[in-house]
């Protein structure tokens, strides 16, 4: 939501070029993103518009250290990659608070199958993974449910790919003492209105100084909106007029400098908005471009808009231990075959928060 309302702003600052077509492709869109603001209820999916051979041929362009390449079934997982979202509030969208919120979903597919779900519907968060299929991604892999021992309650199910829940009230109390000890980090902080209203402002300038908008019509009711702008200088222009602001950004936040970015590609990059009876359906990102002498046949980005459906909480979710989870309950449980030892899970970077 944050999102949609700051690209709302940036994008709006197109009309400030002047032009009759900037001046109309700015209002279009502003109108479009503020109609996303009036929906109770919205869905996204984003789509990685690319294949395996392109993902290894950028990867052999980055120069990895040796048994550092990407795997082939990582490629293959992450070119088929599809994020869905949805979301249900009692408020319009841009006037919802998080006590607003019916409830959210998003979940994670690969080409053969989901990946990761999750839902957070009242004081309880839903959440199931397929574990062998992210270890095998991973080149890590997982022990087997059949290993744990009789303690582990719901983690079986965990690596079972069932449905498992959490209470978000009680994960938000361990994490607070985790933190008062020493033994959890604490959430990273958020922007503060002032400094939003700084970063649409220095964005809008930007946006409408150096991207060109181009509007073309359709079949009932369809109109696209085309910007276009050169990567390099939109970037070095981006994080130049944000450096100065830097210092009221959340801490580990750095910005690359102009030095950083001389060396990327100036080539011009197109995002195309699809309006259908003035509503944003459709943006598609096309960034081959940008892979200069990689042998890359298509890398793009697509989002599609649309009407939210309800999140429900799916039956027999086995309820797991804060104190378990959060005292890593893996580090030094033992395994009916052998120790799980943490070392095992070294260099695996899992996650600090959340699941």
């Known amino acids: 939501m944050t999102a949609a309302a700051v690209a709302a702003a940036v994008l709006a600052g197109s009309a400030a070029c002047g032009t009759v077509e900037q001046l109309s492709a700015g209002k279009k869109l502003d109108r479009a993103f503020d109609k996303l603001g009036e929906k109770k209820s919205l ?14 041929a950028l990867d052999a362009k980055s120069e990895p250290a040796p048994g550092e390449e990407i795997p082939d079934e990582a490629a293959e997982m992450i070119s088929g990659a599809k994020i869905t979202f949805t979301v249900q509030s009692k408020k319009p969208i841009s006037e919802s608070g998080e006590k607003d919120l019916v409830g959210m979903a998003m979940k994670v597919s690969g080409p053969d199958g989901d990946l990761t779900e999750y839902r957070l519907i009242g004081d309880y968060a839903y959440v199931r993974a397929d574990v062998k299929a992210l270890g095998k991604m991973a080149g890590s892999p997982v022990p087997s449910a059949d290993d744990l021992p009789p303690e582990a309650g719901a983690m079986k199910d965990v690596l079972e790919g069932k449905w498992v829940k959490f209470n978000t009230k009680e994960m938000e109390k361990a994490a607070a003492e985790g933190e008062e000890s020493g033994g959890v980090p604490a959430p990273d902080p958020s922007l503060d209105a002032k400094t939003q209203k700084k970063l649409v ?3 809008r300038d930007v946006i409408a100084r150096e991207v060109k908008f181009r509007t073309s019509g359709g079949e009932d009711g369809t109109e696209h909106i085309t910007a276009t702008a050169p ?9 130049g007029r944000l450096r100065p602001l830097e210092k009221d950004l959340p801490p580990g936040m750095e910005l690359p400098t102009a030095k950083d970015l001389k ?4 080539t011009k990059v197109t995002a195309d908005f699809t309006l259908k009876n003035g509503e944003l359906t459709e943006v598609d990102v096309d960034l081959a471009k940008l892979a200069e002498s990689a042998e890359v046949k298509k890398l793009g980005l697509t989002l599609r808009l649309g009407k939210g459906t309800r999140p429900t909480a799916p039956a027999g979710a086995a309820e797991l231990d804060m104190d378990e989870l959060m005292s890593g309950f893996f580090a030094g449980a033992a395994m009916g075959g052998g120790e799980f030892a943490e070392s095992d899970l070294a260099g695996q970077d899992l996650p600090e928060d959340g699941f």
């Open 263 to 266: 060396d990327a590609p100036n």
């Open 231 to 239: 990567f390099r200088t939109l970037a070095t222009e981006l994080f």
């Open 201 to 203: 402002k220095a964005l």
């Open 43 to 56: 869905s996204i999916e984003l789509d990685l518009d690319t294949d395996a051979a392109s993902l290894k």
